[in-house]
């Protein structure tokens, strides 16, 4: 079945560095994405998303680029600080019906460890 | 900043018992979710819920589950006779005038099955 999925399940950068979290989505369908970060025993964290009509879209110290001819996600981090060590899942929506709650299919997840 | 709490944060049942498990969506959120997370693997999607009924559920929401607002703040999850792969974590989720919104999550009711 059709599934969001993840490159690389962990990656370890250098504090201050940039951090770059992939993800590959595999349903055209798919017009919404959302990136959360989840610390342990936690919920996961809202931190960004997008809508399939834009192909870049800027928070504080993140950024979320959008390629849909290649069905490609990714999360940028600027300044990586320590805090950010958690784990990454990227989450795709479709719309199904007009007015209807959406389901969110969440990829499997990326550990980044964040090395003084 | 509002956010979606639940409890208890720690279920431990009998195989065969009922549970429920209580959330506290945002106050002014109309879309209502559970998902939950198997130790160590992804978050998947359970049932959502709008304007007083389920809009979608997914293949593991069988008859043992439901879900209920019983009054204007709260939503739950009923498990009728609990399994061992139930265990799990279980996160509800709340989003707000859109069917387009970020949805937010709770922190958890981790649910084992003994």
């Known amino acids: 079945g059709e599934s969001v999925g993840l490159h690389l399940p962990t990656l370890s950068v250098q504090e201050g560095d940039n951090s770059i979290i992939n993800c590959a989505y595999s349903?055209?369908?798919?017009?919404?994405f959302i990136w959360y970060k989840q610390e342990s025993g936690k919920g996961p964290q809202f931190i960004i998303d997008?809508?399939?009509?834009?192909d870049k879209r800027q928070g504080q110290r993140v950024t979320v680029l959008l390629n849909k001819t290649v069905k490609h996600l990714s999360l940028q981090i600027a300044a990586t600080q320590p805090g950010d060590s958690a784990v990454y899942f990227c989450a795709e929506n479709m719309d199904r019906a007009s007015g209807s709650a959406r389901q969110l299919t969440f990829g499997s997840g990326t550990q980044l460890t964040v090395l003084p | 900043e509002p956010e979606v709490t639940q409890t208890p944060s720690h279920q431990v049942t009998q195989m065969g018992q009922e549970v429920i498990l209580r959330c506290v969506p945002i106050?002014?959120?109309?879309?209502f979710y559970w998902y939950r997370q198997i130790l160590g693997q992804k978050v998947e999607f359970l049932v959502s819920?709008?304007?007083?009924?389920?809009?979608?559920k997914s293949e593991i929401f069988d008859d043992q589950f439901s879900v209920e607002r019983p009054d204007g703040s709260n939503f739950t999850l009923k498990i009728r006779s609990t399994k061992l792969e139930d265990s799990a974590m279980y996160f509800c989720a709340s989003s707000g005038g859109s069917s387009l919104g970020a949805q937010h999550f709770g922190d958890g009711t981790r649910l084992s099955i003994l």
């Open positions: 106050s002014n959120h109309l879309y």
């Open positions: 349903n055209s369908a798919s017009d919404y």
């Open positions: 997008i809508r399939s009509n834009m």
């Open positions: 819920f709008y304007n007083n009924e389920i809009s979608e």
